[in-house]
Antibody
Framework: EVQLVESGGGLVQPGGSLRLTCVASGFTFSDHYMDWVRQAPGKGLEWVGRIRNKAKSFTTEYAASVKGRFTISRDDSQNSLYLQMNSLKTEDTAVYYC?????????????????WGQGTTVTVSS | DIQVTQSPSSLSASVGDRVTITCRASQSISRSLNWYQQKPGKAPMLLIYAASSLQSGVPSRFSGSGSGTDFTLTISSLQPEDFATYYCQQSYSALWTFGQGTKVEIK
């Protein structure tokens, strides 16, 4: 079964740090780009960032709201994706999802997030 | 950044109704537009990719259309399990963005 499982969420004080982990199973993790997406309580989805695969030199992208504070990394030997969150703010409070990107070449070459984890909750509060 | 604007933000409909949700991008994005469904307390699920391609396993009552800046998600005959929030998302730029969401409620 294709699956993503996030962990590492919790309560942290403003200015603190937290590291989220996403473990993949049921597919060749190393082939895929991976994203993080978050959802604040009662709000919509917000794209957080991406890490590409080895063929694309593990390059990363970040939303402006987290750039310079969050770092995405991966360990293909462990089928694991990470989100290191530093200098956390109350507005970072959200459910954090990891998602697999799949490239649909048959449709002309487009990416979409086709597999999602169940999410892990991060609460930033004093 | 490319902005995507969904409308309406919510709608009420009955089982069997035809429902249409629109998404407009702030610049041309070709067909780089995906649609997701999210039910309360659950992760989003991919419905449509590349503006009009149906994800495997998704019922055929869901369809997408559009290119450039204007896109549409249509549910041809609303079913009880379709009451959820729907999001469009552009994949044209390196930094992806979601629409604000459309909540489909029972009339």
């Amino acid at each position: 079964e294709v699956q993503l499982v996030e962990s590492g969420g919790g309560l942290v004080q403003p200015g603190g740090s937290l590291r989220l982990t996403c473990v993949a199973s049921g597919f060749t993790f190393s082939d895929h780009y991976m994203d993080w997406v978050r959802q604040a309580p009662g709000k919509g989805l917000e794209w957080v960032g991406r890490i590409r695969n080895k063929a694309k030199s593990f390059t990363t992208e970040y939303a402006a709201s987290v750039k310079g504070r969050f770092t995405i990394s991966r360990d293909d030997s462990q089928n694991s994706l990470y989100l290191q969150m530093n200098s956390l703010k109350t507005e970072d409070t959200a459910v954090y999802y990891c998602a697999r990107l799949t490239y649909y070449s048959q449709s002309g070459g487009f990416f979409a997030m086709d597999v999602w984890g169940q999410g892990t909750t991060v609460t930033v509060s004093s | 950044d490319i902005q995507v604007t969904q409308s309406p933000s919510s709608l009420s409909a009955s089982v069997g109704d035809r429902v249409t949700i629109t998404c407009r991008a702030s610049q041309s994005i070709s067909r780089s537009l995906n649609w997701y469904q999210q039910k309360p307390g659950k992760a989003p699920m991919l419905l449509i990719y590349a503006a009009s391609s149906l994800q495997s396993g998704v019922p055929s009552r869901f369809s997408g259309s559009g290119s450039g800046t204007d896109f549409t998600l249509t549910i041809s005959s609303l079913q009880p399990e379709d009451f959820a929030t729907y999001y469009c998302q552009q994949s044209y730029s390196a930094l992806w963005t979601f629409g604000q969401g459309t909540k489909v409620e029972i009339k």
